[in-house]
């Protein structure tokens, strides 16, 4: 999903979304909303993205505010209590999908073993920004076997985008 990368972090009928960078998301409200519904406590990674009717990605639509929100959800790293980075991949998983399944508003991003290659070539055809590929038996967060992001080197929507979000410097004119 081509979105805004965010952790939720759900407590007490309430979520709060926040970025990489660890700045708080103030809107996408009904989507915190959604979110809280999961009535657990809970720290949830995924992707905050806008769908067209076919499911695909809209980044400019999330980036306007002008789509409906969905929280592609990844990774659990928290529930209820206790710490869940340690345990493997696929087993977070598994916790991942029985605790957003049927949420509307939720999607859960399926972890497909030992066809990473054959998953890319569809990505690609369907011209969707990429793959993230992560070892079965990986902790969250580990150096020694990390997260790796294969990206469409096609992908239509990268058009553009360094330079909307690349800083604009300012110049000195005069004496």
């Not at 992707?47 to 929280?71: N, V």
């Not at 290659?117 to 902790?139: M, N, S, Y």
């Not at 790796?148 to 604009?168: C, P, T, W």
Request: hydrophobic share 40%.
């Amino acid at each position: 999903m081509d979105g805004f990368r965010a952790l939720a972090y759900v407590d007490g009928g309430k979520c709060e979304l926040v970025s990489r960078k660890g700045n708080v998301y103030k809107s996408f409200a009904p989507l915190r909303t959604t979110l809280a519904g999961l009535r657990r406590q809970a720290i949830l990674d995924g992707e905050i993205a806008c769908l067209d009717a076919c499911g695909k990605s809209q980044f400019y639509e999330l980036l306007r505010r002008r789509g409906d929100p969905i929280f592609y959800a990844f990774d659990v790293l928290w529930l209820d209590g206790e710490d869940m980075r340690a345990r493997p991949t696929l087993e977070r998983k598994l916790i991942l999908e029985e605790l957003v399944r049927d949420r509307a508003g939720i999607l859960y991003a399926r972890h497909f073993p030992h066809c990473g290659v054959d998953v890319f070539r569809l990505v690609c055809e369907q011209d969707l920004e990429g793959i993230v590929a992560k070892h079965t038996l990986a902790p969250y967060g580990s150096e020694q076997m990390p997260w790796i992001k294969v990206l469409n080197a096609n992908y239509s929507q990268r058009e553009g985008r360094r330079e909307l979000f690349e800083k604009k410097r300012a110049v000195a004119v005069g004496p």
